[in-house]
């Protein structure tokens, strides 16, 4: 998927930056397309779009950028029952059902702790796959291209609003 050089970079990072830039930070774009962040860091205003994090981080900025729902009707080939199957291929678990990783096999349980850990980390629990874990984790698995500068950006948001 083109990922490798995110997970290989090796910064120090300084903890009251951090803290700053997430505690400033806010969505600027109108468009849900596109995303522009804008947040300030000792006096400096930085503004960035998901295309330059995808150049920055030298991931590509393309595919689709579904965060967070149930149902994407950007991407007709993620039927979410289907999706579901790939990794619990129980027939009885359906979209409304909870979805615990306990039922996942060692590849796919993996891939989950990587995923919510280390491509979009979230706080909280890890015990059951959310929407966006699944969603993910089945572009991985299937190779179809997932625009991860975007996703990265709306989990950016995210976190910064909690």
């Given at each position: 998927?083109?990922?490798?050089?995110?997970?290989?970079?090796?910064?120090?990072?300084?903890?009251?930056?951090?803290?700053?830039?997430?505690?400033?930070?806010?969505?600027?774009?109108?468009?849900?397309?596109?995303?522009?962040?804008?947040?300030?860091?000792?006096?400096?205003?930085?503004?960035?779009?998901?295309?330059?994090?995808?150049?920055?981080?030298?991931?590509?900025?393309?595919?689709?950028?579904?965060?967070?729902?149930?149902?994407?009707?950007?991407?007709?080939?993620?039927?979410?029952?289907?999706?579901?199957?790939?990794?619990?291929?129980?027939?009885?678990?359906?979209?409304?059902?909870?979805?615990?990783?306990?039922?996942?096999?060692?590849?796919?349980?993996?891939?989950?702790?990587?995923?919510?850990?280390?491509?979009?980390?979230?706080s909280g629990g890890h015990e059951k796959m959310s929407y966006q874990d699944l969603y993910t984790m089945w572009h991985v698995l299937t190779g179809k291209p997932l625009?991860?500068?975007?996703?990265?950006?709306?989990?950016?948001?995210?976190?910064?609003?909690?």
């Open positions: 998927l083109g990922w490798k050089d995110y997970f290989t970079i090796n910064i120090s990072y300084y903890v009251d930056l951090v803290k700053e830039f997430y505690s400033n930070m806010f969505n600027t774009s109108v468009d849900c397309d596109k995303l522009e962040i804008k947040t300030k860091v000792s006096k400096n205003v930085i503004k960035f779009d998901d295309n330059l994090l995808g150049e920055i981080l030298s991931v590509p900025a393309s595919g689709s950028k579904c965060f967070e729902t149930k149902k994407c009707l950007e991407d007709p080939e993620l039927v979410l029952e289907d999706c579901l199957r790939v990794f619990i291929p129980n027939e009885n678990m359906f979209g409304g059902m909870a979805k615990p990783t306990n039922l996942l096999g060692v590849e796919h349980g993996l891939l989950h702790h990587i995923v919510p850990t280390h491509v979009l980390p979230t625009h991860f500068p975007h996703l990265i950006m709306k989990n950016m948001l995210t976190a910064s609003s909690k």
